[in-house]
């Protein structure tokens, strides 16, 4: 039978990066509401690397992904 013990006795070994991945995926499981915006739920690193994407875009700054895929032999 499984229960929060055993998963704690377990846990104890995980590289402490991987029990990040873990507490991120719980928090998605918990945190499920109508109303929730992922904006919300992504890291500021994430919302940075969104933001420069997005002014790259505005800035020109793009390929098609025919030559995104040429550029890689395909």
Not at 28 to 43: A, C, F, G, N, R
Not at 44 to 53: F, H, N, Q, S
Not at 59 to 64: F, V
Request: overall charge negative; cysteine-free; proline content about 1%.
């Amino acid at each position: 039978m499984l229960t929060l013990n055993t998963i704690l006795e377990e846990i104890k070994d995980v590289p402490v990066n991987r029990l990040e991945e873990l507490h991120l995926f719980i928090k998605t499981l918990v945190s499920k509401k109508e109303d929730s915006d992922w904006w919300d739920e992504i890291s500021d690193t994430e919302k940075e690397l969104i933001e420069e994407g997005l002014k790259d875009i505005e800035e020109g700054r793009m390929i098609s992904h025919e030559d995104f895929l040429k550029s890689y032999g395909r």
